[in-house]
């Protein structure tokens, strides 16, 4: 396989076999994110794709079992040229079970119902989404290019399609002046997206992202530990949606996960424990700083 630059993809596809089908990200203004900085978007080849894939065969033969297509946003990609993908992708490993491609809301919605479904047809399993947060406000300042109201419907017409979703939540994003807001609107956001799946990063800025200069500025102040747990509680307090959350990175305070609305009690009485630690223990034990 022929890859270009730093290759990302979601930790629960660490066993993936990962084919580049698009370089870079189409929206690239998120202003907390570093990743794709100065690597100009652009759809590769549709037959080096399909070489990519016949590379792979001869390199791991047909037992690949599930399948991710970076980078950022390869959902922007036509349904014409991305059917021919997950079907070339299905007939090399007829065991596939899985195939999953990052997509934000923006790029979703410029997909119709019958698109999203040929996409499923075809064999695409999942979108990863970040919603990352479902407040306006905090929306609009990190320039996501989405309002929380888009993200929904991006989220519904995926679900609608057969497609699980997965969908991404940044804990601190709000900051320390809007955290409680960032939390109860993302809450509602999810209830009404209702993913499979409800993936939790606490976010920290990075050197290359533009909230770095901001932080390093003193203009943003991220959560403290504390804080963080207390956003954590609200979100999870307010989802109602049959759904997995999971604490599934290391950049998390606490490893907390579990089905809701079957294990809220235990999740909260977890989050709990962790609040009421003294700073020294909690750091000692590893909560995760």
Not at 175 to 187: D, I, N, Q, V
Not at 205 to 219: H, I, K, Q, V, Y
Not at 254 to 261: A, E, M, Q
Request: aromatic residues 8%; charged residues 25%.
């Amino acid at each position: 396989m022929r890859y270009q630059g730093t290759v990302y993809r979601p930790p629960s596809e660490a066993g993936s076999l990962l084919i580049q089908a698009t370089l870079g990200c189409p929206h690239n203004q998120c202003r907390f994110c570093s990743m794709y900085k100065g690597v100009p978007f652009r759809i590769r080849l549709l037959k080096d794709i399909l070489e990519d894939l016949d590379l792979a065969l001869d390199r791991y033969g047909p037992r690949v079992r599930t399948l991710f297509l970076p980078d950022g946003n390869t959902i922007v990609m036509k349904t014409s040229s991305l059917v021919p993908i997950l079907e070339h992708a299905r007939r090399n490993f007829p065991g596939l079970e899985r195939v999953t491609v990052y997509g934000s809301a923006r790029f979703i919605n410029r997909k119709d119902a019958a698109e999203l479904k040929d996409l499923a047809e075809a064999g695409l399993g999942r979108v990863h989404m970040g919603l990352e947060s479902g407040d306006d406000p905090t929306l609009a300042l990190m320039k996501k290019g989405a309002t929380a109201a888009e993200s929904i419907a991006a989220g519904q017409k995926i679900r609608a399609a057969g497609l699980e979703l997965s969908a991404y939540y940044l804990v601190g994003l709000g900051g320390r002046t809007r955290f409680r807001e960032h939390a109860r609107a993302s809450a509602r956001a999810l209830n009404e997206m209702a993913p499979e799946f409800i993936r939790l990063r606490t976010y920290y800025p990075t050197e290359g992202a533009p909230l770095f200069e901001d932080m390093s500025a003193g203009r943003f102040e991220i959560p403290g530990p504390y804080e963080a747990l207390e956003e954590l509680r609200l979100l999870v307090s307010g989802l109602r949606a049959e759904t997995m959350v999971l604490s599934d990175h290391i950049s998390n305070y606490l490893n907390i996960s579990g089905r809701i609305p079957r294990d809220r009690e235990d999740m909260l009485a977890e989050i709990d424990a962790a609040m009421n630690m003294e700073a020294e223990r909690f750091e000692r034990t590893l909560y995760h700083l």
